[in-house]
């Protein structure tokens, strides 16, 4: 029920707790905007004691939480249009990676059509001995590659397609194992390995991934290269 005080405001157009409460049911709003500080304001200065005026320090400070109000409510607006201009480019940009092929951690890596195959390897230390063990797909041993000491970072490596007894290894696929050692100690190492793309899939939430020949689905931000 409403006070003689909710009737006041409403007459001057403010809505209080009582005369809200259908409107906000049917609207599922719960906050103020910029037009409702505008309202009470006013009424606050209609109804002041004129012997006891607002203070100007309660006006200026009203005066920017209005302003605060709106700003807020303008760069809500602006982010999103922002949020909405980059997902539309994410998504562009994704689909561009369809008939590519791409440099990311996997271990199954598909031979060039010249022939061998190239990939990466990725250190989180310097070692004094890296390996990349190529096989096929039954896990016979075609070649060993040993790439030396290395700096920790991503070292590449290329193989010519030929196996330990010089004969050609075929097209693949091809699996691949890499190992690092520093004096005796493990370091951890991860293999790359280029890969078509075959799809780009489009989730309702989130960024868009990659379906990737031999490897599966590949987050765009774990591509390291693209060719």
């Known amino acids: 029920m409403m006070s003689t005080f909710d009737n006041t405001l409403a007459s001057l157009g403010i809505k209080t ?4 409460a259908a409107a906000k049911a049917s609207t599922g709003s719960q906050t103020l905007g910029q037009s409702d500080f505008l309202k009470l304001m006013t009424a ?7 012997f006891n005026p607002v203070d ?7 005066m920017a939480q209005i ?10 607006t602006t982010l999103k249009s922002i949020a ?16 590519k092929t791409v440099l990311t951690e996997g271990s199954t890596a598909y031979g060039r059509t010249a022939g061998g195959l190239a990939g990466a390897v990725e250190l989180d230390g ?3 001995d890296v390996n990349v063990t190529i096989s096929d797909a ?6 060993n590659l040993s790439l030396g000491k290395q700096s920790k970072g991503t070292i590449s490596y290329d193989w010519d397609g030929k196996t330990e007894a010089g004969a050609d290894a075929g097209a693949g696929p091809f699996k691949v194992k890499v190992s690092a050692q520093n004096a005796g100690s493990t370091v951890t190492s991860r293999g790359l390995v280029w890969a078509p793309v075959e799809a ?3 989730p309702a939430s989130g960024s868009p991934v990659l379906s990737v020949t031999g490897i599966g689905s590949v987050a765009i931000s774990a591509v390291r290269k693209a060719g």
Request: without cysteine.
């Open 200 to 202: 780009v899939s489009m």
């Open 56 to 62: 100007n320090q309660a006006m200026v400070a009203q």
């Open 67 to 76: 302003s605060a109000t709106s700003g807020i409510s303008e760069m809500s």
């Open 126 to 128: 310097d070692a004094s």
């Open 44 to 50: 606050q200065l209609n109804n002041q004691d004129p």
């Open 17 to 20: 707790t009582a005369s809200t």
């Open 84 to 99: 909405d201009k980059l997902n539309g480019t994410s998504t562009a940009d994704a689909l561009s990676y369809v008939g």
């Open 138 to 143: 039954n896990g016979n041993v075609l070649k």
